[in-house]
């Protein structure tokens, strides 16, 4: 099994930053490769950013791109969401998921970490 447990979610301002962590444990060879998705309430889960195991691959949904960044530290077997200029549509629960890529698009497995919640204020 793999584990991953997110933190670093609170509340912010409209324009702020924060920094969420995922930390993978257990039989993390069976993925080689790590998805931030998120859900708002009513919506339905979307993948923001993904990450390849060399961190080499990276995928990010439009809404995201130019203020996220996903990168990996393997010797802390974490991976982190930079958010910058976060907007009030960011709001959210962020949610780590272990997976792989495929002919460059992110294929996420059914691991998942309890969330972490964001919620940016206007």
């Known amino acids: 099994q793999v584990q991953l447990v997110e933190s670093g979610g609170g509340l912010v301002q409209a324009g702020g930053s924060l920094r969420l962590s995922c930390a993978a444990s257990?039989?993390?060879?069976?993925?080689?490769?790590i998805g931030w998705y998120r859900q708002a309430p009513g919506k339905p889960r979307e993948l923001v950013a993904a990450i390849s195991s060399s961190g080499y691959s990276t995928n990010y949904a439009d809404s995201v791109k130019g203020r996220f960044t996903i990168s990996r530290d393997n010797a802390k077997n974490t991976v982190y969401l930079q958010m910058n200029s976060l907007k009030p549509e960011d709001t959210a629960v962020y949610y780590c998921?272990?997976?792989?890529?495929?002919?460059?698009?992110?294929?996420?497995?059914?691991?998942w970490g309890q969330g972490t919640q964001v919620t940016v204020s206007s």
């Open positions: 998921n272990g997976g792989r890529f495929h002919s460059g698009s992110y294929l996420g497995y059914d691991y």
């Open positions: 257990g039989s993390t060879f069976f993925i080689n490769a």
